[in-house]
Nanobody
Framework: QVQLVESGGGLVQAGGSLRLSCAAS????????MGWFRQAPGREREFVAA????????YYSDSVKGRFTISRDNAQNTGYLQMNSLKPDDTALYHCAADSHLWVEPSRYEYWGQGTQVTVSS
């Protein structure tokens, strides 16, 4: 089992920045790929970014590429999502997820956090 807890969400004006954290406990975090997903009211959960367990390869959705950066600190069992140039369309509940493989489909991930709310005002 891997337990994930997100933090760092909040209310920010358009153009601002936030840094989300995903604290992991349980099994060895460094063995798992990590993804960030978001879900706005009335919409399906969508892929935002993902990072491999060990090589640090990263993947981004087109909607956030160039604005968001995913990273991880395996020594601290923590993952991050740096979000810059935020837009109102980025408003959503953001979840981190972990799995033994890297996926872009949310249904593939075994472990999930409860989420942290990000609200971007115009």
């Amino acid at each position: 089992q891997v337990q994930l807890v997100e933090s760092g969400g909040g209310l920010v004006q358009a153009g601002g920045s936030l840094r989300l954290s995903c604290a992991a406990s349980g099994r060895t975090f460094s063995n798992y790929a990590m993804g960030w997903f978001r879900q706005a009211p009335g919409r399906e959960r969508e892929f935002v970014a993902a990072i491999t367990c060990c090589t640090g390869l990263t993947y981004y959705s087109d909607s956030v590429k160039g604005r968001f950066t995913i990273s991880r600190d395996n020594a601290q069992n923590t993952g991050y999502l740096q979000m810059n140039s935020l837009k109102p369309d980025d408003t959503a509940l953001y979840h981190c997820a972990a799995d033994s493989h890297l996926w872009v489909e949310p249904s593939r991930y075994e472990y999930w956090g409860q989420g942290t709310q990000v609200t971007v005002s115009s």
